[in-house]
């Protein structure tokens, strides 16, 4: 069984990963919005993002680590901008990914194993209720 992830795409793998992560947290998604448009100091972000420096300090850092912001110091002070060449790096990695997908989508899956292999969970060393159960289910309970 083979299993797809950014391992074919230009960029490496972990970079899309933080990325995606990155992009995962509201705060850090409203500090992205707000450089979009402008540059900003640390002092402005945290006025208009309401929480700690500390917590600001932390969403900075995880932005910048992904690639999608840059950080200049001028003077006393440091001035943050949203990096835009990574963002169209990132956006055109994206667009090949979803790409692969639709691909995907296009054909009909193959069936699952266990469709013709009814013993499979138990050859595969797990208990029968594994292939039985709606884990999403039984995660939502």
């Known amino acids: 069984m083979r299993v797809y992830s950014f391992k074919y795409l230009n960029m490496k793998e972990d970079t899309m990963l ?6 995962g947290d509201s705060h850090r998604q ?3 919005t707000l450089l979009a448009s402008q540059e900003m100091g640390a002092c402005e972000i945290i006025h208009a993002i309401g929480l700690s ?7 900075l850092k995880i932005l910048k680590q992904a690639g999608l912001i840059d950080s200049k110091k001028e003077g006393k002070n440091v001035f943050y901008t949203l ?3 990574g963002l ?12 692969k997908l639709s691909c995907f989508s296009c054909s009909t899956p193959k069936p ?3 469709r013709q292999n009814p013993n499979l969970c138990k ?12 884990i999403l289910e039984r995660n939502n309970r």
């Open 18 to 23: 933080n990325i995606l992560k990155a992009l």
């Open 88 to 99: 169209k790096e990132f956006l055109n990695q994206m667009n090949q990914f979803l790409d």
């Open 112 to 114: 699952s194993l266990l």
């Open 83 to 85: 990096n835009k060449d």
């Open 53 to 59: 420096q500390p917590a600001i300090s932390h969403h």
């Open 123 to 134: 050859e595969l060393g797990y208990e029968p209720e594994v292939c039985e159960t709606d």
């Open 30 to 32: 409203n500090i992205l």
